[in-house]
């Protein structure tokens, strides 16, 4: 096993050591760099940079593999629930029947939102974007509960999680409810997690919502799948924020609003609204997919393309499933579904998707799961959200908890002005060979 790597400059060697994953994967450790030889590196975008050694998720890009402490998302898709699956991502380990039991009812117990909150809602401008109210009340969360401390015990801390985990599902779906003007649904005891959800988004006095088991599962499948996905954007931006060692909703708060754009979780709106556009346009996605290639052209292909995945991502495959299986229970048809796999059908055949490998990825089918359920195209990337809190709260976690702890602060390499001197304003505009007055 390859165990440094050496880096000549000017003439003198460094040694550097070689850290390999538990999958074989390795990294040269970069962290005496400096000390050593006075240069750092540069890599914009860290498309070559590990942030950290992690041991919850273990995804390979080129064989599209995807993995939660191991166990593969196929297999948890396929007879997990998003609670168990939180746990797992949480706690390193499935549960016993008695933990699940338990963290089911801690979730319950904390499922309501302070009554104070829904003031901040009804401020709200209505056409305000639900990830801007849900970024903005899970950082208000701070100011009714209290913050972890370096010493707080193992259950308020699994309490915190818990918090967070069930309020930001109810935050969700009262939103939703505020912004038609209807009723809040408070959630019920009696309901598992996600079809709790589903009643407080759809359930009316006048229209009882009736629990449809298919759509349930439907969901669990689509949170299972964004559950966790290693050091994506919000991940990192989630790990990065709380090396400041800020309070946990803050660091929430910040990967909600890195997953808010249109590259990351903000995909799974913008695939809905580009397959509208495909069907508004006759339904023909070849101008499009000339327009993805166009340099000149700042289009890019919604739900394709992936900085890690070279090939297909494993959970879009699951999705397509998913898709076909909810609107089969539903007895429905919807055109945009077809239009995907027109466009799937076409960009993978299509030599410029295939030389940049070019692969739909978990949002390109998402938003037609979505939108069998009834979610409203705003709330896309808040689903996504909801998914993906469980990653978010252990990486957190796991940071805090790293030996290794440091404060997130890269370096750069400066390309600005030599050092000059300041010239008062009535010398300024004048003949740039004019001295300034030293
Ligand atoms: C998510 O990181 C994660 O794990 C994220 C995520 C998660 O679970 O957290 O998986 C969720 O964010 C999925 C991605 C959702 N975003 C989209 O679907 C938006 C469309 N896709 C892209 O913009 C793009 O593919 C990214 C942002 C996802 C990844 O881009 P990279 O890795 O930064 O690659 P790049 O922008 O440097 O592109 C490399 C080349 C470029 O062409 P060249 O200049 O080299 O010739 O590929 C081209 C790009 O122009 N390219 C695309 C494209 N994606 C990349 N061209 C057209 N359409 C696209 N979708």
Known sequence: MVKTAKLVIDGRSYELPIVTGSEGEMAIDISG???????????????????CESNITFMDGEKGILRYRGIPVEQLAE?????????????????????????????????????????????FPKRAHPMGI??????ALRAFYPELRERTDEEEINITFARLLSK?????????????????VYPSHKLSY??????????????????????????????????????NCSTAAVRLVGSARVNLYAAISAGISALWGPLHGGANQAVVEML??????????????????????????????????KTYDPRARIMKKTCNKILKTLKRKDPLLDVAWRLE????????????????????YSGIVLRAIGIPLDMFTVMFAIGRLPGWISQWKESIEDPKWKLHRPRQIYLGSREKNYIPIEDRGKDPTSKPRS
């Open 33 to 51: 760099l400096r000390k050593n030889t006075g240069l750092i590196t540069l890599d914009p975008g860290y498309a070559n940079t590990g942030s």
């Open 79 to 123: 007879h997990s629930t998003f609670v168990e699956t939180a746990y797992l991502l949480i706690n390193d380990e499935l549960p016993t029947r008695k933990d699940l039991t338990r963290f089911s009812v801690m979730l319950n117990d904390h499922s309501l939102v302070h009554e104070d909150m829904r003031a901040f809602f009804e401020n």
């Open 134 to 139: 849900l970024s903005s009340m899970v950082n």
């Open 168 to 184: 930001v599902r109810t935050l969700a779906a009262m939103s939703y409810k505020i912004s038609l003007g209807h009723k809040v």
């Open 194 to 231: 996600c079809a709790n959800f589903l009643n407080m988004m759809f359930d009316s006095p006048v229209r009882p919502y009736i629990i449809d088991q298919e759509l349930v599962k439907a969901l669990e499948v689509f949170w299972i799948l964004h559950a966790d996905h290693e050091q």
């Open 276 to 309: 509208k556009g495909i069907s508004d346009s006759g339904g023909d996605p070849a101008p499009f997919l000339s327009r993805a290639r166009d340099k000149n052209d700042p289009f890019r292909l919604m739900g394709f393309g992936h900085r890690v995945y």
């Open 345 to 364: 059908e076409a960009a993978v055949k299509d030599p410029y998707f295939i030389d940049h490998n070019l692969y739909p990825n978990v949002d390109f």
